[in-house]
């Protein structure tokens, strides 16, 4: 192995893979360093990709790629202790090009650092970068065991606490900006989840649950459909989740007793349990002299409530960096200043545009109406337009008097959402 790169990330998921494969196509001597046994061993994740980013990468990846199924069915379902409402939204739009895919991170994580070996990158795993190597106050390569290794450039794609980011003094995280993510998958036969979920054939769903599901903790769950399994699990804020003294396995075992999940998973088997945090609100400096951070790492996560994109924010960070880095090979300048250019990269693409748009959105989504009064609120609604018994009154009556002493605040938290997602 060279003594030295011109690049060294430190974590093989999809933002330190994006940055490898971009920079290794461009002919640079790349070293990537993962902890796991194997690239994906050590991630967790919902289980649902947008394609964009890495279609930009990579066009019609699908085509070659370890995915699940084309989701084309996203459902939004409010749960209260006895009911449920859940809305069903199918559009074509969804399939060409394919909007997103359900995917398991352990096969796809090995298939992404596969195609930056191929590409020329060299990949070592099983070893846990454990500090960087500083010169004359610049980063100048990584410290993992009695090992060093130098480099023009280290990436810090170690995702959520990072700890390359806190060694480099760019940010002591807090657990206040973190949410927590429990997972299962459930194995099921393929024809199992197409009737249950009404797909046809590699046709996938997302089904996200927001309400009693986490005991009104702001946060919810998501089911996906794989071809053969289903990921479901439970997303909490880390704060709120230690407030209400409520163990997080209990939330999951909750939820899957609840009557709308039970008959989704029902004869499935467990075959996989793990748990990850997530950082909502967490981000860090992106640069500094020798070093470029990307994806969870950076904090770099867009929560808009229906939508939770990570995967393709640390792609296309991935992608920006190796592009940073290529402009400072050309300077020979890894300091600072050159290394900038990072920024302004992500400032013209969506990634830090989109964090811009969605910046209220963490603060938004910790108000716990969100998951008590509102999904209360509207299966009681749907409760009474549903039931009868007797005389009926209008929809507008109903409203009024689920509403009563309540409508100054719905009106604020409407305008709040309105400006937050
Ligand atoms: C429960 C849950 C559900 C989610 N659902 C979705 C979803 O549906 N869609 C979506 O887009 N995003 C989702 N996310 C977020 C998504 O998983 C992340 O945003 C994404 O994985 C970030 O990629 P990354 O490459 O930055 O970090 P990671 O995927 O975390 O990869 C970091 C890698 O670095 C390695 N590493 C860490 N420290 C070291 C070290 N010291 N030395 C060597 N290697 C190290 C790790 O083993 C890991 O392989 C979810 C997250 C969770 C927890």
Wanted: proline fraction near 3%; charged fraction near 25%; hydrophobic fraction near 45%.
């Amino acid at each position: 192995m060279a003594e030295k790169f011109d690049v060294i990330i430190v974590g093989a998921g999809p933002g330190g893979c994006s940055a490898a494969y971009s920079l290794a196509k461009m002919g640079f001597s790349v070293l990537m360093v993962e902890r796991g046994k194997y690239p994906g061993a050590k991630n967790v994740m919902g289980g649902r990709m947008y394609t964009y980013a890495l279609n930009r990468l990579i066009p019609d990846f699908w085509k070659e790629a370890p995915v699940e199924r084309k989701v084309t069915r996203e459902k939004l379902t409010l749960l209260s202790n006895k009911s449920s409402v859940t809305l069903d939204f199918h559009d074509e739009e969804l399939l060409e090009p394919p909007n997103s895919f359900t995917i398991l991170r352990a096969r796809f994580d090995q298939w992404f650092a596969n195609k930056a070996v191929e590409a020329g990158a060299t990949l070592v795993t099983n070893i846990r970068v454990d500090d960087l190597l500083w010169k004359d106050k610049k980063i100048t390569g990584i410290v993992a065991g009695t090992d060093k290794l130098e480099a023009n450039v280290v990436i810090a794609a170690d995702g959520a606490v990072s700890l390359m980011v806190e060694k480099a003094g760019l940010k002591e995280f807090e657990t206040k900006e973190f949410a927590i993510g429990m997972k299962e998958i459930i194995e099921l036969p393929e024809k199992v989840i197409d009737d249950r979920f009404n797909l046809a054939s590699e046709e996938g769903a997302a089904q996200l649950f927001i309400g009693q599901c986490t005991r009104q903790i702001p946060g919810g769950a998501f089911v996906y459909t794989n071809r053969n399994s289903l990921s479901l699990g439970i997303v909490v804020y880390i704060n709120q989740l230690i407030e209400s003294k409520v163990e997080a396995y209990e939330l999951m075992r909750e939820f899957n007793s609840n009557p709308a999940i039970a008959k989704l998973i029902a004869g499935g088997k467990i075959v996989e349990y793990s748990t990850h945090v997530i950082p909502e609100a967490s981000r860090t400096g992106l640069f500094t002299d020798g070093l470029l951070v990307v994806g969870d790492a950076a904090g770099l996560i867009v929560n808009s409530g229906i939508t939770l994109r990570g995967m393709d924010m640390a792609i296309a960070s991935g992608m920006a960096a190796a592009e940073a880095v290529k402009i400072a090979m050309g300077k020979n300048d890894f300091s600072k200043k050159s290394l900038s250019h990072y920024e302004y990269l992500l400032k013209n693409d969506f990634v830090l545009a989109d964090m811009r748009t969605f910046k209220r959105s963490p603060e938004f989504l910790q108000n716990t109406r969100l998951y008590s009064l509102y999904p209360e609120l509207v299966c009681k609604l749907f409760h009474r337009l549903a039931v009868v018994k007797g005389p009926k009154r209008r929809l507008f009556n109903e409203l009024l008097e689920e509403t009563r002493g309540k409508r100054v605040r719905m009106v604020l938290d409407l305008i709040r959402g309105l400006r937050a997602l």
